[in-house]
């Protein structure tokens, strides 16, 4: 297949490139910078989006969240019927009634959300979110399994997406850029360190990757968001104030229903075990 990436120089594009090389598709790209730092033998780089969108039969939009848009629409007006345009950005409320407007045009337009970051391996089986545009869900899956086959998908419209993208995102990096900056002295803390501590500090370290545009936007963008933090910051606050009253028989008391609600759960029999699983291959 011949597939073009535009924002081919990014984090995820440079993720598709070489996905989409290793399963030795034909990819074309586009930089606006023109310089995709493409190491990728066969790999052909055009000046322009549209000598882009006319190479490919499949155009794969990877650029920040506010210009996916106005990039797409760019990409649709050289694209005939035949052609696939798909795009990757993290929130999905605002654009998808922008989406459906291009799709109304005549092209086919896919809206995805790897719910992986560019360090995940390019040959294990990587998880996506779709959100349908068009009514026809299956011609949409269809598509999608045949650019992105060994993949699991999950459909979910854009407004389940984007509440869950407030927890997923939002807030775990919300929780991890106040974790880092209240530590002081933190190599002689790591010194000192136990295993939660070691990997609370990994995790958090490693959304620092990102770009801090695309962080920000998880933020401020994300219209659920809001809430999602008031109800975090008032169980902080309920916690608080236990704490500051050395009322540990409610903390406990906190501790024991917290763990009460999930000790069912698979994720929670398994976690014990699977944090030090990856610590020791961390070590
Ligand atoms: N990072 C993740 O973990 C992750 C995971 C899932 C989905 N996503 C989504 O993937 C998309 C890309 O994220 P990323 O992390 O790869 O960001 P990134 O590293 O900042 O890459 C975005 C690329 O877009 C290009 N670009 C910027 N503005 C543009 C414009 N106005 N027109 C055309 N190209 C433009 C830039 O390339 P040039 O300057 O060379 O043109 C840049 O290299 C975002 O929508 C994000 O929400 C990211």
Sequence with gaps: MRIGIIGASGRMG???????????????????RGKTGVETAGVLEFKTVEECAKF???ILVSVPIAQTAKVVSEVAMSCSSTQTIIEIASLKRKLVPELKEIAATGVNVLSIHPL????????????????PIS?????????????????????????????????VLSLTHFVNLAFLS?????????????????????????????????????ETENP???NILSDFLKNSRNIESMVKRKDSRALAGLFASTREKIRESDSFRSSYTSMYEILNRTE
Excluded at 120 to 127: C, E, M, V
Excluded at 195 to 213: N, R
Aim: aromatic share 10%; net charge negative; charged share 25%.
């Design 116 to 131: 992986f970051g560019p360090g995940a391996d390019i040959s294990a089986k990587q998880p996506y979110a779709l959100i």
């Design 14 to 32: 440079q993720w598709f490139l070489r996905l989409f090389a290793s399963k030795g598709h034909q990819v074309g790209v586009y930089s606006r």
């Design 56 to 58: 490919s039969e499949v």
């Design 182 to 218: 209240s530590l002081t002295a933190r190599n002689e803390l790591l010194e000192l360190a136990g295993t939660t501590f070691k990997l609370q500090v990994s995790l958090a370290q490693a959304i620092l990757h990102d770009e801090p545009e695309l962080l920000a936007a998880l």
């Design 135 to 167: 009514s026809d869900e299956s011609d949409e899956l269809r598509r999608f399994s045949k650019i992105l086959p060994d993949s699991r998908i999950t459909t979910v419209n854009e407004e389940s997406h984007d509440k869950s993208m407030g927890y």
């Design 224 to 226: 659920y968001f809001q």
